[in-house]
């Protein structure tokens, strides 16, 4: 079992950053393949970026790439997301996912554990 909380969330304006944190419970944070999703009102949840277990391997949703960035830290049992470059349609609440396999799923359906999410938005 693994409990996820998510942090870092805000009111930014476009153009601003914010760093997104997800902290794990359990010593085996390390195991799982972390990911960031989002869903804005009325929508349905999308990928956003995932990372492999060490780190070494991310993959980013189009919308997202060369603004955003994944990282995590296996020794605090968190996963980070800093967004640069913000835009309004940006403006979701943001979820990490936690999934047992090495592959770097991007559907919902293929994660195990969920955080409660954090709101973003975005204002012009």
């Known amino acids: 079992q693994v409990q996820l909380v998510e942090s870092g969330g805000g009111l930014v304006q476009a153009g601003g950053s914010l760093r997104l944190s997800c902290a794990a419970s359990g010593r085996t944070f390390r195991t799982y393949t972390m990911a960031w999703f989002r869903q804005a009102p009325g929508k349905e949840r999308d990928f956003v970026a995932v990372?492999?277990?060490?780190?070494?391997?991310?993959h980013y949703a189009d919308s997202v790439k060369g603004r955003f960035a994944i990282s995590r830290d296996n020794a605090k049992n968190t996963v980070y997301l800093q967004m640069n470059s913000l835009k309004p349609e940006d403006t979701a609440v943001y979820y990490c996912?936690?999934?047992?396999?090495?592959?770097?799923?991007?559907?919902?359906?293929?994660?195990?554990?969920w955080g409660q999410g954090t709101q973003v938005t975005v204002s012009s």
């Open positions: 996912g936690a999934d047992h396999t090495i592959v770097l799923h991007t559907t919902t359906y293929e994660y195990d554990y």
């Open positions: 990372i492999s277990r060490s780190g070494l391997s991310t």
